[in-house]
């Protein structure tokens, strides 16, 4: 049963072309320590919990206002009846999207096939050499993501690939590293961190856009677009 702990009731920014509700699920498998959703992640049976069926029905008053829904985490993918619940989303009449760190492939694979969703954000964590310290995990298995990247850009779903820059773990030789991994990719976006106060670990930090679009040019040998996200 899929654990509901937030819903953004609109948003024009977390489904691209959209206007959507998100639908935040606690837990994950991973420990990102810029994660922004640390309750979320760490704490989630302290968060209050919203009904399926509040959520549904406040979708069912929506429809012809909103046209998506972003469902996202935590790791959504970790929850039990997730496809039980996006098709009752869908019955609905929505477009669905997606969020996932992409570790685990077998989930994403049944969604797909089930032509469940409509559009995928995959969050690229880092070079996959760095994977495991931006993720806060002492061990991680890079084939899983191989695995999710390949199934993404396979999967005639509409999606993107996703990076949260922060200072002390992403620089030009992680974002080219990036970018080979995700060749071919047909969008990927470099995101601003900015604290907050629900991040995990206080005191890591951003760039400014200029040092961004540096970046970027590092990842756009490999990727049809390439975009700055989430900085004045």
Not at 98 to 125: C, F
Request: hydrophobic letters at 35%; proline letters at 3%; aromatic letters at 8%.
């Amino acid at each position: 049963m899929v654990k509901i702990h937030g819903l953004n009731k609109t948003t024009l920014l977390d489904y691209p072309e959209q206007v959507a509700a998100t639908v935040f699920l606690g837990g994950c498998n991973f420990r990102c320590p810029f994660c922004q959703n640390g309750d979320l992640v760490l704490r989630p049976e302290s968060q209050p919990a919203i009904e399926r069926k509040a959520v549904l029905d406040f979708l069912k008053k929506r429809r012809g206002i909103l046209t998506g829904v972003c469902i996202t985490g935590g790791e959504p993918t970790l929850a039990e009846g997730l496809a039980d619940f996006i098709k009752e989303i869908k019955e609905l009449g929505y477009l669905v999207k997606l969020d996932t760190n992409g570790y685990m492939p077998e989930a994403v694979r049944g969604l797909v096939e089930g032509q469940l969703l409509d559009y995928i954000a995959m969050d690229i964590k880092n070079s996959m050499e760095r994977y495991g310290e931006t993720t806060g995990m002492a061990r991680v298995d890079i084939g899983r993501i191989k695995e999710s990247i390949r199934l993404i850009m396979e999967s005639g779903t509409e999606y993107e690939f996703r990076t949260t820059i922060v200072r002390e773990l992403h620089g030009k030789e992680e974002l080219s590293a990036i970018g080979k991994e995700i060749k071919g990719a047909e969008k990927y976006f470099l995101q601003c961190y900015r604290e907050s106060t629900g991040v995990i670990v206080k005191g890591y930090h951003g760039y400014g856009r200029e040092e961004l679009e540096q970046l970027a040019e590092c990842v756009r040998p490999y990727v049809r677009r390439v975009w700055v996200r989430g900085v004045e």
